[in-house]
């Protein structure tokens, strides 16, 4: 997508053709995302504005409203509210991921603190291993269990019960 200030000595070649060819008057402003407003007129865009006016029933007071300074404050406050707007938006997300990064600091902090409680990093992996070796246990139970085993029953778990009759214990083949 081409930009206006690409467009632009295009755009404004085809307006000076046009109201040279038909003999018209003719005005546009453009206010394009970088901020830099751009005009054409013929003969003047005070004329314009001064034409639109009264043709809305607007009678123009003791200064001259019809200049574009007017319009041109108003683009102006309204560019400064939504970047003021903006500018809010993304102060409040960043107290909101400086708030969620303390409370990982702070989380990070407890385990950390389990390791200097006397738990050894040995032990922390033993008991890793002990449950990876006891979901794999129970995984080949649920299997076995849900008639999947190749034998073909669905009896496996009335023949088994819970937990063999007794408690399952981590280290403790079942």
Known sequence: MATFSKRKARILKKMNEITTLFNVEASFLVFPEAGKHHSFAHPSMEDAFGRVKRSLGHEPSGKDDTNIGSLME?????????????WYDLAEELMMAEEKEKELQESKS???NIVNEGVSVDE????HQAFVELNKRVSAKALQWSGK??????SALGEHGHCNGGEARAGEQT
């Open 74 to 86: 108003d683009y102006k406050k309204q560019h400064n509210e939504e970047i003021n707007k903006k």
């Open 110 to 112: 407890e385990w950390s």
């Open 124 to 127: 922390l992996k033993r008991a």
């Open 149 to 154: 085993d190749g034998d073909g029953s669905s």
